[in-house]
């Protein structure tokens, strides 16, 4: 098991260890890191054949970046609880914080070098056939499209969406490129934009990336129409749909009781932290960082 700074890694070998993964998503590719997180370094094992990326928010911080679920540990094979546990081990104990989301297959009880906790999201199967479902909108005073990057990145900014949003239009464009994003958009009948959602495509995932809402419409409605639209949109499919909870509408997803009345369920995800700063001193970090 080797610790590699972000020059030495071999891109190539990296996303041929990421495609070939069994849990492999676009968090864990090279392109995707690279737009997202200004410093990444890795932990490999096996000449690439397992691998977890570290994104480095400064000298002391390891922290998931803006707009990313989760990464973790991408493997060939399952891996055993001790394997799991010496990669986690092997993040050098000069990062002071490490905090972390993780894919499914990190889903450990405990780890020596830290503690894992879970933390919850919705999801919402899609299998079922969009007329079977429960949960329409039946409305006729809202419109759903879906829009290009150049209408999203207006309605962002109108609407003070500013949360990395160089990097993240960055990311955006890239992934509608490879045919991994799709922005859905819920408009008045006049066909001006009330309302936003990006949704990253990933294998069987769909996550909602974002949600942005006009703030001179913000009604549940609204909300309700756009979260339906990429519903009938993906319906019928093998998909899972997931959306981190956002009761305060700052990006991250729809509100819980848009998610519960379409049928999410909750899903609980481990989390790796590791805190080795005193209280006072990871306060004053957090504080100076917005972290």
Not at 100 to 114: H, P, Q, R, S, Y
């Amino acid at each position: 098991m080797q610790y590699l700074t972000n020059e030495n890694i071999d891109r190539k070998k990296w996303d041929n260890a990421i495609s070939n993964a069994v849990n492999n998503d676009i968090f864990g590719y090279s392109w995707f890191l690279d737009i997202i997180c200004q410093n990444w370094d890795a932990i490999i094992d096996d000449d690439y054949k397992n691998v977890l990326p570290i994104t480095i928010i400064n000298k002391n911080f390891v922290l998931n970046p803006p707009f990313v679920f989760w990464t973790g540990i991408f493997c060939n094979e399952l891996l055993s609880q001790s394997k799991i546990v010496d990669f986690f081990n092997a993040i050098p104990n000069s990062f002071k914080t490490v905090n972390i989301a993780l894919n499914k297959i990190c889903d450990i009880n405990n780890v020596e070098n830290g503690r894992i906790n879970q933390k919850k999201m919705m999801q919402i199967d899609l299998i079922q056939p969009f007329e079977k479902r429960e949960f329409h909108i039946k409305t006729s005073d809202y419109k759903t499209f879906s829009i290009n990057i150049k209408q999203t990145l207006a309605f962002f900014i109108v609407n003070n969406f500013v949360l990395g949003l160089g990097k993240y239009a960055k990311l955006i464009n890239e992934l509608i490129q490879r045919g991994k994003c799709m922005v859905f958009a819920t408009t008045d009948l006049e066909r001006k934009i009330l309302a936003t959602a990006v949704v990253f495509i990933s294998n069987n995932s769909l996550f909602i990336s974002s949600v942005c809402i006009d703030k001179k419409s913000d009604n549940e409605i609204l909300r309700a129409k756009l979260l339906d639209s990429i519903i009938e949109y993906f319906s019928g499919k093998n998909f899972v749909l997931y959306s981190k909870i956002d009761n305060e509408n700052a990006y991250e997803g729809f509100d819980s009781k848009t998610l519960i009345n379409a049928g999410a369920e909750e899903y609980y995800y481990p989390f790796f932290i590791r805190n080795t700063f005193s209280i006072k001193t990871l306060f004053s970090k957090i504080n100076k960082f917005g972290t």
